[in-house]
């Protein structure tokens, strides 16, 4: 648990909101599959602006025009609630209409201002980092989260989110240090410092090590959201490639890549991604781009973007 997230002010009289808006934190950064215990704060108090930004955050993460839709009104009450939220919630619901509306770059700055002021806001990094992420700015991505990897009292989430950062920016060595630290803070608990593990080894040319990481971590994505679940394993099929074990990476793809949560958008990148990479390294792939088809075909022109980074 990002325990110093606890220690930020949210403007709400019900102790059932306030402890599900802080377990939703932990969700999001740690990729938990129960983010969606923010409804519960919802549930218990309408009128906290916070509870109401974050419900509109978690539909927009899904990068969908769908998800906007859906996050619309839950943006509209909290901007109607600013007036009874603090300075941090006010931020927090600018930055989120902003991504709402379209302005990336204005959601990043708002965002980037709340890490500033309160570092150990680590829904803010999040966020932030996804944003940076979609736009390409990988060193922005990494000044910001320098930022919460260098309070005295950070979380291990902090610097799984600076390893993922360095690496992009091309130092897969400090990055891959950065990881083990956050791991040894969050053991069992940041499978994004293993994906920035992933990351770091394949820029450093260590397939087989990557593979092996990755497997020793395995059994604790069972716990994390469908995205990085499905990433995760989707990593490991690269490690699998580069090493030869082309049927590997297939039966990967059937067992741990595609089906988890077929209509998701961002586990269908991950599997369009690995069977073109299979299909190109000559594997017969037969029914299954037609099987991904049928769930993509919805999504055809959609507008909405989807950021995994350098890989």
Known sequence: MNEQYRDLAISSRSPVAIAAIETFADELVSHGSHCRVIFD?????????????????????????????????????????????????????EAIAAWAAGDDMRA??????????????????????????????????????????????????ALGLHAFALEQVGDPETAYRFVRRAIELSPGRDPWAQHAAAHAMAAMEQPVEGRAFLHAHAGEWDRCSSF????????????????????????????RVWGVRKGHCQDQVN????????DMHGVATSWRWDDVATHVEDRAHSPA???HGRV
């Not at 700055?109 to 736009?135: F, G, M, N, Y």
């Not at 599997?271 to 299979?278: E, F, P, V, Y």
Request: net charge negative.
């Open 271 to 278: 599997a369009i991604s690995l069977l073109a990479r299979l």
């Open 41 to 93: 704060a919802l549930a218990a108090d309408p009128e906290c602006a916070l509870a109401q930004a974050y419900a509109g955050a978690l539909f927009l993460t899904t990068m969908t025009r769908e998800g906007r839709v859906q996050a619309a009104p839950r943006i509209a009450a909290a901007r109607a609630l600013t007036s009874v939220a603090n300075d941090r919630e006010r931020h927090t619901v």
């Open 305 to 307: 973007r989807v950021g």
């Open 228 to 255: 990085m679940l499905t990433h995760n394993w989707w990593h490991v099929a690269l490690f699998s490639i580069g090493l030869g074990d082309e049927a590997g990476a297939l039966d990967l793809f059937d067992e």
């Open 108 to 157: 990043i700055r708002v965002l980037r201002t709340i890490v500033e002021v309160w570092p150990h806001d680590l829904v803010a990094a999040k966020l932030c980092q996804i944003l940076e992420l979609s736009v390409g700015d990988f060193a922005g991505m990494c000044r910001t989260s320098a930022m919460v990897a260098a309070v005295d009292d950070r979380a291990g989430h």
